[in-house]
């Protein structure tokens, strides 16, 4: 009996000096991380630019890079409007009236998502809310630009239903459109706002 309780207390003893080594290690990698995180935030601040004088702001790159945001936004919004825009026209000069404005609103959109983002660049809610925000403006704006209004329970459902239909329509277009200057943002082929001077 006393060999059986001096084998388990060997053993409970071994178990706890493991148990407060593996406590050891994660209090090291706790600290590690801890450090890491320190300078990430410390390295960030020094990239920060929310107090940056507008004397330090390269416009001459500002603008080029909104140029930039524009022509990817535009692209990108037109080709993930292609499908919707030959099911809708009608003939080759209604097609090229709506590529048009889409192309116009969707260059408008980068550039606004450019600066609405700055370098907030992993805020999916500002990211998806400025995309839905365009699609919603543009898609009521077609629906009220529509069909006269009568008061009467089916045109009230039918123009709810052409509402939706468009605001849908508008976020297919400008969520690709968004998800693209992310893209370009995060790769470096585009600069978020603002750029300081060299």
Same mark, same amino acid.
């Given at each position: 009996?006393?060999?059986?309780?001096?084998?388990?207390?060997?053993?409970?003893?071994?178990?706890?000096?493991? @148990?407060?080594?593996?406590?050891?290690?994660?209090?090291?990698?706790?600290?590690? @991380? $801890?450090?890491?995180?320190?300078?990430?935030?410390?390295?960030?601040?020094?990239?920060?630019?929310? $107090?940056?004088?507008? /004397?330090?702001?390269?416009?001459?790159?500002?603008?080029?890079?909104?140029?930039?945001?524009?022509?990817?936004?535009?692209?990108? /919004?037109?080709?993930?409007?292609?499908?919707?825009?030959?099911?809708?026209?009608?003939?080759?000069?209604?097609?090229?009236?709506?590529?048009?404005? @889409?192309?116009?609103?969707?260059?408008?959109?980068?550039?606004?998502?450019?600066?609405? @983002? %700055?370098? $907030?660049?992993?805020?999916?809610?500002?990211?998806?809310? &400025?995309?839905? =925000?365009?699609?919603?403006? %543009? /898609?009521? =704006?077609?629906?009220?630009?529509?069909?006269?209004?009568?008061?009467?329970?089916? &045109?009230?459902?039918?123009?709810?239903? $052409? /509402?939706?239909?468009?605001?849908?329509?508008?976020?297919?277009?400008?969520?690709?459109?968004?998800?693209?200057?992310?893209?370009?943002?995060?790769?470096?082929?585009?600069?978020?706002?603002?750029?300081?001077?060299?």
């Amino acid at each position: 009996m006393c060999y059986f309780l001096l084998i388990m207390l060997f053993t409970m003893l071994h178990y706890i000096n493991k @148990i407060t080594e593996s406590q050891r290690e994660l209090l090291q990698a706790r600290e590690m @991380i $801890d450090e890491a995180q320190r300078s990430l935030s410390s390295s960030l601040e020094d990239q920060s630019f929310g $107090d940056v004088p507008s /004397g330090d702001i390269d416009e001459d790159s500002e603008r080029l890079e909104s140029v930039k945001a524009a022509a990817v936004s535009s692209v990108v /919004g037109v080709l993930a409007s292609l499908p919707i825009s030959f099911y809708e026209a009608h003939d080759f000069p209604q097609l090229f009236v709506q590529l048009s404005v @889409i192309f116009i609103s969707c260059a408008l959109f980068g550039v606004t998502f450019r600066y609405a @983002i %700055r370098r $907030d660049l992993d805020n999916v809610q500002l990211k998806t809310g &400025a995309a839905a =925000a365009f699609a919603f403006v %543009r /898609g009521l =704006a077609m629906v009220e630009s529509g069909r006269p209004f009568e008061l009467s329970t089916d &045109a009230l459902i039918s123009l709810a239903l $052409d /509402g939706a239909v468009s605001v849908v329509e508008n976020i297919l277009t400008f969520l690709p459109a968004a998800i693209a200057l992310d893209y370009c943002f995060k790769m470096r082929f585009l600069s978020p706002f603002p750029t300081r001077k060299q």
